[in-house]
């Protein structure tokens, strides 16, 4: 039921263990319903970002929540070497396929195993919003950042006008439950999209909070009219 689930998500702990199941439970559907959800834009989005990232043959490059290595593959084709993070074992091995020459490792991207400022750019595709603690997220992508790195991330955007908001959510329930009962028998499988962006600040909250955590320079770009947004910041 949507109530459980949004009361589930609404703790930290609560959302650490809601997530970590849920992406477990569907891995091996994620490209196909990233397609589907996003009418195949999903690519042209994450084409934009690599592109906005300005990859050299120099640069270290961290993709945190790789998932299955859509954002890897790309960056490490351009930079000098390219790291992916995720929580979901499952996620990885998924990942080795489409990203062979990147490294993989399996961590919390709110506590990284990794140096400060070891990477020139982090990138997040979905990330972001599925974190328990976003501010955590942000200080931890920051200190791995060298001073002057990029960050950028992909996501889903808040709409600010209550109206298209709800429109939005509703719209994302009712898709999210039919596939959601199609795929793997249980509507509130894919409902977790739209509370998950109930409760997360949008885009112009997201931009506020990297601003607050140590981000110069920050930038959104409203991708679909605004449904979904691209940030991108570099670190002070
Ligand atoms: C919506 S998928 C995004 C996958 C990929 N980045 C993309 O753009 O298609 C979210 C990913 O975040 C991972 N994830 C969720 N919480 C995480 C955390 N705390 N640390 C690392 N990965 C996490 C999940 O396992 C999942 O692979």
Redesign the pocket.
């Known amino acids: 039921m949507s109530g459980t689930l949004r009361s589930t998500i609404s703790t930290p702990e609560g959302k650490r263990r809601y ?2 199941r849920l ?1 477990a439970t569907i ?1 091996d559907r ?1 490209d196909l319903i ?1 397609v589907v959800l996003s009418y195949g834009l ?1 690519r042209r989005w ?1 084409r934009r970002l690599i592109a906005l990232a300005d990859l050299g043959p120099r640069d270290c490059v961290l ?6 290595g ?2 890897l593959s790309a960056a490490a084709g351009r930079a000098h070497r390219a790291v992916g ?4 074992h499952r ?1 990885l091995q998924l990942a080795t396929k489409r990203a062979p020459h990147a490294a993989l490792v399996a ?4 506590a990284l195993p990794f140096a400060d400022a070891r990477f020139d750019v982090v990138t ?4 972001l919003r ?2 328990p603690d976003l501010r955590a997220a942000l200080a931890e992508a920051r200190r791995v950042l060298a001073p002057g790195g990029r960050l950028l991330s ?1 996501d889903f955007n808040r709409p600010e006008r209550a109206f298209v908001r709800a429109a939005y959510l509703a719209y994302l329930t009712v898709v999210g439950s039919a596939l959601g009962l199609l795929l793997h028998r249980d509507p509130d499988t894919y409902r977790y999209i739209p509370e998950s962006i109930r409760l997360y600040p949008g885009a112009v909250g997201v931009a506020r909070l990297m601003e607050e955590a140590g981000f110069a320079g920050v930038r959104v770009v409203p991708l679909l009219g605004g449904l979904m947004a691209l940030h991108l910041a570099r670190k002070r």
């Open positions: 997530v970590r992406f891995a994620y990233t999903d994450k993709d945190l929540a790789c998932g299955t859509d954002l993070v995720d929580i979901t996620m961590a919390d991207m709110l997040t595709g979905y990330g599925n974190v992909l």
